[in-house]
């Protein structure tokens, strides 16, 4: 009769290396079901524009301030199950993105405005255009082709 310590000791190599595999293809098999989405914004103001990441849990992550007239693109990962979108990774997780706001950079809390980002959830295409612009208010709408 085995005594259950000799038994543990015996099969924990095994049993530490069976999770350790099927660890390894859980985290391949949701690598796989990620995809890239690239976002284009425009500034089409005169004045240079700021954009922001709002992240799960309220984490906030400067983008980029985009010069007049001119453009920058970021890529984001879609979750192919559940169309979530994500901007990085905390500790092998990825960080999911609640919003990106762009505003007149001397201007933010003025003119600040998001991006219509449950329309990129909604849409299966890998590639988005937005325009930022004065027409009345400051706002951010999908770029005429």
């Known amino acids: 009769m085995i005594q259950p310590k000799a038994w543990f000791c015996r099969l924990a ?6 999770a350790l595999m099927v660890s390894l293809s859980w985290s391949t098999v949701a ?17 240079p524009l700021r954009c922001e990441a709002i992240l ?23 979750d192919l199950q559940q169309g979530t979108l994500s901007l990085g990774e905390h500790k092998g997780s990825p960080m999911m993105l ?16 998001d991006l219509p980002i449950l329309d990129i959830r909604a849409n299966p295409a890998d590639h988005f255009s937005f325009s930022c612009k004065r027409v009345g208010r400051f706002l951010c709408s999908p770029a005429s082709p």
Do not use: G, Y
């Not at 190599?13 to 069976?18: G, M």
């Open 31 to 47: 690598a796989n079901e990620r995809d890239d989405v690239i976002v284009t914004i425009h500034n089409d103001s005169p004045e």
């Open 56 to 78: 799960a849990h309220f984490v906030t992550m400067p983008l980029f301030t985009i010069p007049r007239h001119q453009s920058a693109a970021i890529t984001l990962r879609r």
């Open 98 to 113: 609640e919003n990106i706001l762009c505003a007149v950079d001397t201007q933010w809390t003025a003119t600040k405005t």
């Open 13 to 18: 190599p095994q049993n530490l290396i069976f």
